[in-house]
C-alpha cells in the first residue's frame, strides 16, 4: 500500500493507518495534523494516503489505475494543496498568507458532491526552488513516479502566521463537519504552531525523521591552522571558503552552520578557559556573519570580515 521507502522510514504509523484501511473508508480521520522536521516527508506521506484511499484496483505501490496516476502527477481534481501558492481563485491577491477567501473557497466546494475522497493540504509555500537540503527530502522521500515539484516552488511547516487572523475560525466549520470521504491535513513543525481549535478537531502524528549528522569536515581541513590565524592566513581561509562555495554550490548560510557546528565541537573538547572564551567570541562573529549573509551582503565583504575579526585584526 504505503510506498515501501515511507513506510520502512515510519513504519509505526504505517501500521496504524493500514489498520485503518481494513476498516470502512468512512472510518477515516477528518483531520491530521503532521508534525516533525521534514514537510516532504509529511507531503509525501499525506499524498501516499489520498492515493490509496482513492485507488481503483489493488492498492499497490505500483498501481497504475488512472486514480494514482493523477496523484503522482499532482492533477488529481480531489487533492487541494492548499499554502500561499496554491488553492487561489482570480479574486484572491493575498500572496504571504492563506487567506479567508480560501477558507470560503474550500467550504464552497464542499457542497459539491464527488466520488473521490477529497484531500485539503495546508502548508507553507515560497515561489523559490528548493535548496540543495530540500532536495536531498525530496529524494529521500519522494515514491517512484511522483512529479509534483516540477515547478519551482518550495515546501515549509504551517503555523500561525501561514493564516490571515480571520481564515482559521472560517475553515473550522469545514474542519468539524465536511462531507463523508474528505480529510484535512495540517505539515506543522509542532501541533502548538496551530491554534487549538483545529488540533482539538485532529488526530495528531509525529513523523519523527532522523537528521544528517553535521559533517563540519570540510571546515576542519579549511581551518587547521585555528586558533592561531594571523592576518595572511584570515584572507588566505576567507578566500578558500568561498572557492568552496562556489565549487560546491550550496548557500553561503549552510557553511556558517557547518562552522558555527564545528566551534561548538571544539567546546565540547575542550577544557582550556583561554581556549572556550575565544571559541564563545568567534561563534558570535559568525552568527553575526549569518545575518549579514542572510540580508544580502557579499560573501567577500563578510568571509574577510569575519576572519579579520577571528584573527583578531579588528573589533
Not at 112 to 141: C, G, L, M, V
Not at 300 to 307: A, G, H, M, S
Amino acid at each position: 500500500m504505503i510506498a515501501e521507502n515511507l513506510s520502512h522510514e515510519f513504519p509505526f504509523i504505517t501500521k496504524y493507518f493500514y489498520t485503518l484501511f481494513e476498516l470502512e473508508k468512512n472510518r477515516f480521520p477528518q483531520s491530521i495534523v503532521f508534525e516533525g522536521l521534514d514537510p516532504y516527508a509529511q507531503l509525501f506521506y499525506s499524498l501516499e494516503l489520498a492515493r490509496v484511499l482513492n485507488c481503483l484496483e489493488d492498492r499497490d505501490t505500483d498501481c497504475q489505475c488512472l486514480n494514482c496516476k493523477w496523484i503522482r502527477e499532482g492533477k488529481h481534481p480531489a487533492i487541494n494543496f492548499v499554502s500561499q501558492l496554491h488553492f487561489k481563485s482570480s479574486d484572491d491577491d493575498s500572496k504571504t498568507v492563506i487567506s479567508a477567501i480560501q477558507a470560503k473557497n474550500i467550504e464552497k466546494s464542499l457542497r459539491e458532491t464527488s466520488d473521490y475522497h477529497r484531500f485539503f493540504i495546508f502548508f507553507d509555500a515560497k515561489p523559490t526552488a528548493p535548496d540543495n537540503i530540500s532536495n536531498e527530502s525530496i529524494q529521500k522521500y519522494s515514491p517512484e513516479g511522483y512529479r509534483i515539484f516540477e515547478e519551482e516552488w518550495s515546501l515549509g511547516h504551517i503555523n500561525q502566521k501561514t493564516f490571515n487572523p480571520t481564515t482559521p475560525n472560517i475553515l473550522l466549520k469545514s474542519v468539524e463537519e465536511p462531507p463523508e470521504r474528505t480529510t484535512f491535513v495540517f505539515l506543522t513543525k509542532n501541533r502548538s504552531d496551530l491554534i487549538n481549535t483545529i488540533v482539538s478537531r485532529s488526530q495528531c502524528f509525529k513523523l519523527p525523521t532522523r537528521q544528517k549528522k553535521e559533517d563540519f569536515s570540510f571546515v576542519a581541513q579549511i581551518f587547521s591552522s585555528y586558533p592561531d590565524i594571523n592576518l595572511e592566513g584570515a584572507f588566505l581561509i576567507s578566500e578558500n571558503l568561498q572557492n568552496y562555495i562556489k565549487d560546491s554550490q550550496i548557500p553561503s548560510s549552510k557553511v556558517l552552520d557547518s562552522l558555527l557546528a564545528y566551534l561548538s565541537n571544539e567546546i565540547k573538547q575542550n577544557t582550556d578557559y583561554a581556549y572556550l572564551k575565544k571559541l564563545n567570541r568567534d561563534i558570535n562573529f559568525v552568527s553575526e556573519a549569518k545575518k549579514q549573509i542572510l540580508s544580502s551582503m557579499s560573501d567577500r565583504v563578510v568571509f574577510d570580515t569575519l576572519l579579520l575579526k577571528m584573527s583578531g585584526g579588528t573589533r
